[in-house]
């Protein structure tokens, strides 16, 4: 039979066209299906489960930006960081974090080509050790220190060892690092860790004795998770280069370890004495000589009040001495008349040459220009400025050498001349910190002189004399304790401090205006007068009606001081604030009697009412400046505010210190306040509501009666 060619070829087009028609779609056609890794999650604070199941926590940030440009979704797997490291080896994970890379580990994991993050390791011992200290290393020789299994800190700490030799019995752990630290005193002489997980009252840091880089591990088997994981860290980098900064800040800055002064420094604030500042005078919100009192005022003051209570193991006595200029404060240094200068801002290479030092910024400010109204908009395109200066002020000439170094500079004796010279076209601008503007307000309006921002931030340090290294590492760890928010809160008070006092130069200048409303007033006073007579005899009586009420309503009758319902109104009105978004710094304490059911069944409610009674005054005596409340028949509870909150950490440590004196002087057992106590402070990261607070506070009074009762239990057997 003869085959037409054409035919042929229209047959085989045709069946071409209906194989392609029915074939199946490639894979990039199909929706593309996320992949699910298998991932380890093991302790805080690299994975943190709230009490309401939230998760956070440092890997855990880490991963959900990870899965953001890979689609990832993780099914976790539980375990301590030892367990999960062997299921990454064994394939039963097929990613891990925090694991610092080692040639031993690489053979069986693979590493991300850019760490996580870094980590410091300390040296942590019981809080009542004070016989081993990294100021002499021969104090560790045959101790037991503990370290977690098959962890980098295990190499790092041998490695330490050998190099201080320092024969001492490696103790490998596989428990959590928590654990293991509820282990000194007893099982352990010391335990190697990051410094996060210090708490005082467990465990005290000695020492740092190394740090590392950590890193995402991935299952040997699984090339395709790393390859999209370093894409992925290179994006967040790309995205973000302060990414891993940000997130170490946020969950493993703890400021713990830097609260402990050294043997040495110790040593030098006992021989030394107090701590001679030398500051500006006239000079708020930052500083200022009260004139009434001739002590110091302003965002400093309460700046040398907290640092003298903010380190864990010391407390710095601060002695402030006031200066017409910094200038003149610099060479009463360089006499040896104080020992550093506040505020203080120079460069290396200006501090260099002046023999001195500077610490870490205190306080930070933006910096404006005082400018003529009319040329607010023209100022900052001059390319001829003539900026007043007063004289000695050292901070503001180093700050136009470094940013302004074009400006000419004329010299007046005091920013209200500075500001005369601009106003009568003399000088074309003063420079000032935003916070002092309030200071002078008054003046400019007069002048009619207006600010322009600079775009430049001044920062404010403390000054010593260079070879005061103690002093200077006292300074830098009492700067690292005190959060930005508290200083910039105090120089926000400081900054109106001026201008309250100015209300006499208001009423001079308007003198006719006051004294014509002062005789409205009065006329108005004078016909309400009889009137208001004739009520106030109700009105008393209504209001002693409502005060009986109030107390039998809000005072608990046994103690006298509030009661319950008291307390949740206060708690009421303190979230009505927080909800309005003011600005609220508080610390809530619980408090807890033991054994009162013991007492009642035993000796009489007589005896227990005595014993509730005993317990209620000694917390009104150490918390005199807080509302106290009766919340249960056996709890209390304060609310802390304002010098208490601030003073919070001392009042515990008094706390503690006079129930145990009270306890030992009594002489029935029903005399005796045995009270478990519980502080949290309001962090709006942690806490929704204030409600969140009482319950953290609850659960860390429950937690250290655990621990008392845990450590009476092991006086008993020793």
Known sequence: MVINGKKILWFALCLLTVLHMIAPLPACAQPQENKVVRVGWHEAPYFITDKYRRRSGYSYEYQCKVAAFTGWHYEYVTGTWSQLLQKLKDGEIDLMSNISFMEERAKDMMFASLPMGTEAYYIFVAPNNKEITLENYKSLNG??????????????????MQLHNVKAELIELTSSDEDSLLMLGNQLDAFVTMDFYGDPRKAVPIGKIGSSDFFFAVNKDRPDLLAELDKAMNRIQDENMYFNQQLHKKYLKSATTDKYLSVKEREWLSEHGPVRVGYQDNYLAFCAKD?????????????????????????????????????????????????????????????????????????????????????KKEFLRKKQVIVAVNKGNTNYDMFLADHYPTWNRAYFADTPAGLEAVAKGKADCVIISNYRYNNISKQCEK????????????????????????????LSRVIDSIPDAIVHKSLTYYSTEDVKTSFTDLIKDNLFVVLTVIASVLVVILALLLRNIRAEKKILEEQHLVNDLNKRVFVDALTSVRNRGAFSNYIATLQERLDKKEPLAFAISVFDCDNLKKINDQDGHDKGDIYIKAASQLICRIFQHSPVFRVGGDEFAVILQN?????????????????????????????????????AVYDPELDGTVDDTVRRADKKMYENKRLRKEQARQKEQA
């Open 143 to 160: 101790k037991r220190i503990g370290v977690t299994k098959n962890s980098f800190q295990k190499e790092l700490l041998r490695k330490w």
């Open 291 to 375: 004139e009434a009192t001739g002590e110091l005022t302003g965002a400093l003051k309460d700046y040398l009040k907290m640092a003298s209570t903010s380190l864990e193991n010391a407390h710095i006595h601060f002695e402030a001495r006031a200066y017409p200029t910094a200038a003149a404060a610099m060479e009463a240094m360089k006499k040896g008349e104080i020992d550093c200068v506040f505020p203080a801002n120079l460069t290396d290479f200006d501090s260099e040459t002046m023999g001195v030092v500077m610490s870490s910024p205190l306080m930070r400010t933006e910096m404006d220009a005082v400018v003529r109204a009319s040329e």
């Open 447 to 474: 002048l009619r002189l207006s600010t322009v921002y600079t775009g430049v931030d001044m920062d404010y340090c403390f000054a010593m004399r260079k070879g005061d290294t103690v002093l200077y590492s006292i």
């Open 643 to 679: 010098e208490d909150y601030q003073n919070r950490e001392a009042l515990a440590e008094k706390f503690e210190e006079t129930r145990i004196a009270l306890c030992a002087a009594a002489g029935n057992r029903w005399e005796e306040p045995h009270v478990a106590m519980g502080v």
